[in-house]
């Protein structure tokens, strides 16, 4: 055989090689659908998660419109989609322990190295103003700093939009709390940006506003809040019987544990597509990061694509440490086609 020929069939074989590997891959991971919940950084990690996977892992990954609701049924009934990215598990914590231990489905880590916060907030400017702002007794007894300037007769406070499970503990809270009785009144934003839009044109005018809002956010990052004392501490046992159930018939007054934030594979998946499920259990972000790349979302007006091409462009020393050698190549490859 002539050195040309050789070099010919060499080539031959590795070209079709490589295609066989990839294929197989591809074959492995196969079609994929993932949770993009209807908030800012639960949109940004799926499509980050979208364009590893599909780059890296050659997955053929779909994102799905979700909420926390309709997605905790569909894991707990169906075992879909395959990946959540940024799911606040609490609510159904037992009900998706039980398909865990079913090894229907499993936790892959959380997005989130630092943890998340919950609460009912008010501006650091209303709090300077009045210090007793810092408890909830202050805000019953100093209620009227809260209505508005129109001089209408109730005051608002902003609870989640539909379908977000702190739309049922927020009210919940709001009853226990015996928040109407100085004339404040529940208001659900029809969607996550209305949430923003009235903290942010509040706190823009220094205007008052008292609200539930949580954390890593741009908002929290950009504006300075503080978080009320309920000075109850928490009841673990309150907050799973009552305060997150929708027919909670007599809440009472408990803090927001902290959260579980959790990323949920189905254990199918898990199975095949092993190098995928390792990075989505290594990868996650520092409240810093997540407040940064949500800031620059909010200035930027940005949706989840343009994120995702800021954060792998910009934060490469992050997200390498989530991936081998060679998904980091294929992912870098990706990006400069974009």
């Keep these: 055989m002539n050195s040309l020929t050789k070099l010919f069939r060499t080539g031959l074989f590795s070209f079709f090689t490589s295609i066989s590997f990839y294929g197989t891959a591809q074959a492995e991971c196969g079609a994929v659908d993932i949770a993009d919940m209807n908030w800012e950084s639960a949109t940004f990690i799926a499509h980050v998660d979208q364009f590893i996977l599909e ?3 050659g997955c053929e990954a779909s994102l799905v419109p ?27 914590k037992e009900d998706l322990d039980k398909e ?7 936790y892959a880590g959380t997005p989130f190295a630092d943890g998340a916060i919950e609460g009912f907030w008010v501006p650091s400017y209303m709090v300077e103003a009045n210090p007793e702002l810092t408890t909830i007794k202050g805000v019953l007894a100093n209620a009227h700093l809260f209505m508005p300037k129109d ?17 049922i503990s ?7 709390l015996n928040l109407q009785s100085v004339n404040f009144q529940f208001v659900t934003p ?6 923003d839009i009235a903290l942010q044109e509040a706190y823009e005018n220094k205007a008052p506003w008292f609200g539930y809002y949580w954390s890593p956010t741009a908002i929290l990052g950009r504006y300075k809040m503080v978080m009320v004392d309920f000075e109850t501490g928490v009841d673990h046992a309150e907050f799973k019987q009552c305060t997150l159930k929708p027919d909670c018939k007599n809440p009472k007054v408990t803090m927001f544990p902290t959260p579980l934030v959790q990323t949920i594979i189905t254990e199918e998946f898990a199975k095949r597509a092993p190098k995928a499920s390792q990075y989505l259990s290594r990868r996650g972000w520092s409240d810093s990061q997540m407040n940064e ?3 620059w979302m909010e200035a930027n007006q940005a949706d989840g694509v343009a994120a995702m091409e800021h954060f792998l462009k910009n934060y490469q020393s992050t997200w ?19």
């Excluded at 865990?100 to 499993?106: C, D, G, L, Q």
């Excluded at 927020?170 to 226990?176: G, Q, V, W, Y």
């Design 320 to 338: 390498v440490k989530w991936v081998d050698g060679k998904a980091v190549r294929d992912i870098r490859e990706a990006l400069n086609e974009l």
């Design 100 to 106: 865990v231990e079913a090894k229907k489905i499993r």
């Design 151 to 167: 001089n209408t007769k109730k005051a608002s406070f902003y609870g989640c939009p539909e379908g977000w499970n702190c739309n």
């Design 55 to 57: 780059n890296a892992y």
């Design 170 to 176: 927020s009210l919940n809270l709001f009853k226990a």
């Design 293 to 295: 790349i949500l800031a």
């Design 66 to 92: 979700a909420n926390t609701q309709t997605t905790g049924a569909s894991l707990v009934n169906s075992g879909k989609p395959e990946v959540t990215p940024e799911f606040w598990s609490y609510a159904m």
């Design 190 to 195: 029809p969607t996550g940006t209305d949430l």
